[in-house]
């Protein structure tokens, strides 16, 4: 490269012409009406050479200040100097069209009209044609030219820091979405090809100037022969299976993933690459889509008052939301934590104004403030979410687990009975089944003291009693302390992702999906049941890790290192969400089933927690403990102190 060529190019790139202004429209005016006047006078030089005389009724300047003066106030009227040059569109073009094609036939008309008075034209009407294409050929070029300019040399963004992307899909969504990312500004993306999995013929063809790739070959293939770094999905006609496909393909290989709605959905359509999302570790749950008996939840809940304990918490919350889809007269959040409740009232009071929304600010091991609530609001239905439920913080405090998951719901549960709530739905977890934890064992006691209550209330006499209904599902993404915001926060803070054990695996579910499931399990219950949910298929803990660390757009074991720290106290390898004697029972819903479990004597359950409670008041965990072991006994604690208690 020459020393000239050097200098005007760093010249160029420089900050001072990057950050160049707008010109003010009376400049563009002038820049425009210029044009014609050297579109008159290169008409001069044509008719000229052709040997054609002009007209000598007025002089010449006179002839094309007459030009130049049309021109200008079609320029005005039409405002064709209003756009930006540099972002010129197809608009501008044909404004300057319209503008050009006007002034050239009121040239004639006054030409014509100047001859029907006078016996003499004023312009020549060859001259008149030539100007009107020279001056619409050159103010076309010139707005070409500066655009092209301002997107070849002075654009913000050097390319080589755009994350050179491919597009999968070619219909007219991805045309748009090619297109949005285009002329973004600031850029983000440099869209460098289309991939079209219905494309079979060989001839090559594009879009935008940019090729069409045939899916005649692996995705990582096609991504890495035009070495590209991303892949944006914006084909909606792929199945969810085919878009997993395409997602792990792409996360083996360290390409980042994009997906975009519609265009027709973006919400604001200035900024297009904000909605370009990462995919999200839900979405490659191999779960198909849980459909509702809407009809049925709705025909329960419709114009009812319905109270949800823990309902700040990330599972009650979201009950909260989804009932109030289901016009209930009234509901009633009950949690004890102060902040997250009021966010949510603020939040839940703009999703309606047709329900009335009512916040309690208490405990569920308070038996009088519990009672209390009961009188002041009579709930028709009660979903019970507050519990303790982080494993290892429950195997060094036995008693407050009895608190909050035993008392907690005995005393909801007597209360339900005795103000005749029509449904108590109590959300309980897989770590109940054959337990290995102090909280594990909590939640199995609590679903044997309201299991065991439902059919002592049956047996009884009374002509209206309470059904009490169990849900049990596993871990839930993105609750409140779970695994997935604990790898999300790792990641971010540049590693290391800690898992306890490389061959440990769970069950997952997103929270809508939990909270829809409890919403229809409580709406089919009829008192007694255990309902568990289909869970899909079990996840290996180290292989989430890893996809979440693909998805952040790093190498797992580069980027991120992957630490073994060991299991916790009352960690399992494995979720159960059947007891070893248990069966199951079909529902209409198939991704909601029964366990058939056995109901304990409702006195003796009774008489054993109210041991257990005196003990937990003492403080004394080894006694509390073994109190727990002797009600639940398939509770075998594992990596912890309590292992010494299990008699084999």
Known sequence: MNPISKVLKEAMSSKRFRNIGYLPRWIIFAIDVCIVA??????????????????????????????????????????????????????????????TSTSYLALMVINYSFQIITGNKLLLSTGLFITYVISFLLLFLFRILVK????????????????RAVIYGADANAISVANALKTEKPSRFNVVAFVDKFKQ????????DLPIINQNRSL????????????????????????????EECLEYNFKVFTVPLITDWEDQKQISNQLQHFAIEDLLERKPIVLDNNKISAQIKGKRVMITGGAGSIGSEIVRQVINFSPYKIIILDQAESPLHSLHLEVSELSNDVKIRTVLTDVKDYNALESVFE?????????????KHVPLMEENPSQAIYTNVIGTKNLADLSSKYLVEKFVLISTDKAVNPSSVMGASKRIAEKYVQSLNYHLLNSKKKITTKFITTRFGNVLGSNGSIVPLFTKQIQE??????????IIRYFMTIPEACQLVLEAGAMGNGGEIYIFDMGEPVKIIDLAKKMIRLAGFIPDKDISIKIIGLRPGEKLFEELLNDTSKTLPTHNIKIMIAQDTIDDFEDVRVAITELIATAQKKSSQEVV???KKIVPEFKSMNSEFQVLDID
Do not use: W
């Open 220 to 247: 990582h293939v096609i991504l890495r022969s035009v070495n590209a770094e991303s892949l944006i999905i914006a084909e909606k006609s792929l199945t969810k299976e085919e878009t997993i496909a395409i997602v």
């Open 201 to 208: 013929d060989k001839t090559s063809k594009s879009i935008l």
């Open 494 to 503: 540049g590693g290391p992702i800690t898992i306890t054990h490389p061959k």
């Open 626 to 628: 073994t109190l727990m």
């Open 376 to 388: 002041k609001y009579k709930p028709d239905f009660v979903y019970h979410a507050a519990a303790y």
């Open 38 to 99: 050297v579109a008159c006078v290169i008409t001069f030089v044509i008719v000229h050479s052709l040997n054609v005389k002009p007209y000598n009724t007025i002089t010449i300047l006179s002839q094309y200040g007459i030009i130049v003066a049309i021109n200008s106030i079609f320029f005005i009227f039409f405002k064709t100097y209003s756009g930006i040059i540099r972002h010129s569109t197809f608009i501008d073009g044909v404004k300057l069209l319209v503008a």
């Open 148 to 163: 092209n300019f301002f997107e070849k040399y002075l654009q913000v963004e050097d390319k080589k820091q755009l994350i």
